[in-house]
């Protein structure tokens, strides 16, 4: 009985810990510090967004790819170092990740009303939520108190970002890794609904595969030759290409889905299903996303005296 009791002490002990770690993220927790922080960044973004309505999209990826590499640390924005190497140049940010100078302005903007108070980790958080919810996307409370990381990987980008070229198994197991289900997966690559890819994550797809519509597939041809360059763009949604709703959805039900890894999720698999009730249901879809994307936001955050609070997004202080 001894051994049960302190089985159950211990369990006990770790959800407190667990509880309590994840209770040092709150939507206010810059109350006082720096109570204008939100409103400062949604109006950075906004007129980020009317300069360049491309530009909420890049701020959503860049938040994606910083959470799943170490937790939502903000090392995705370090440059690299004589210490280290950062994940700027890894294989799946290479020439395509985008949106720092965007980032830049808005630390700039926070510093000048909270000096050393709120970190570039949470400024991301903030932006991309922004991003989403002025091109037509729903909105979420974005928990807070999240500290910078000192240092990046180079390998962890490479090894732990999805790619375009992914199966859905590699999918579920890669986002299972960071906590995520196969639902969450699924809703969070709705984020595809805006934004533009790069012909070379797109072209074995286009020349290749056969679960693509024929139509769709000569089109995406004109702009993206079967050799050379792999820099020209195509919206990953050709409908609606800078507003956020479920035509995504639509999409993959009529085999246009731009990458492989968006049109293995309506391929007579797991994700079926999932996929038809996004595309005829957006209040479900927005809520799912919403919901999905705190979750993300939670992952591996550095929280109390770990980290720091970067005065410069790109170098450690």
């Known amino acids: 009985m001894a051994s ?103 630390k700039t903007q926070v510093e000048a009303a909270c000096n050393a108070t709120v970190s570039c980790a949470d400024i991301l958080a903030l932006a991309a939520k922004d991003g989403v919810g002025l091109l037509g996307g729903p909105t979420w409370t974005v928990p807070l108190g999240r500290r910078d990381a000192r240092t990046a990987s180079l390998s962890s980008a490479n090894a732990q970002i999805p790619s375009p070229f992914s199966s859905l198994a590699t999918l579920i197991t890669m986002f299972s890794a960071k906590g995520l289900n196969a639902r969450e997966m699924t809703v969070l690559s709705g984020g595809h609904t805006f934004g533009f890819a790069q012909c070379s994550t797109f072209r074995a797809r286009i020349y290749n595969e056969t679960n693509i519509n024929p139509t769709f597939a000569a089109n995406r ?67 799912d996303f919403a919901a999905a994307m705190v979750k993300m936001g939670n992952i591996s955050p550095l929280t109390g005296s770990n980290g720091e609070i970067r005065r410069n997004c790109r170098v450690p202080n």
């Open 4 to 106: 049960h009791g302190n089985f159950w002490v211990a369990s006990f002990v770790f959800v407190l810990v667990f509880a309590f770690a994840n209770a040092q993220l709150s939507p206010t927790f810059y109350a006082s510090t720096c109570p204008n922080v939100q409103t400062i960044v949604r109006n950075a973004m906004r007129t980020a967004i009317n300069n360049e309505l491309r530009i909420g999209a890049s701020i959503l990826r860049l938040f994606f790819h910083d959470c799943f590499v170490n937790g939502c640390d903000g090392s995705i924005l370090l440059d690299d170092t004589a210490t280290f190497t950062g994940e700027k140049t890894a294989n799946p940010n290479r020439n395509s990740i985008r949106g720092f100078e965007v980032i830049d302005t808005i």
């Open 221 to 287: 041809r004109g702009t993206c030759p079967a050799s050379g360059s792999g820099t020209n763009l195509a919206p990953l949604d050709v409908q609606t290409p800078n507003r956020f709703d479920n035509n995504y959805y639509t999409n993959l039900l009529t085999q246009r889905g731009l990458l492989h890894s968006d049109q293995v999720l309506f391929n007579n698999g797991s994700q079926d299903s999932l996929v038809r009730l996004y595309s005829n249901n957006l209040a479900t879809f927005r809520s």
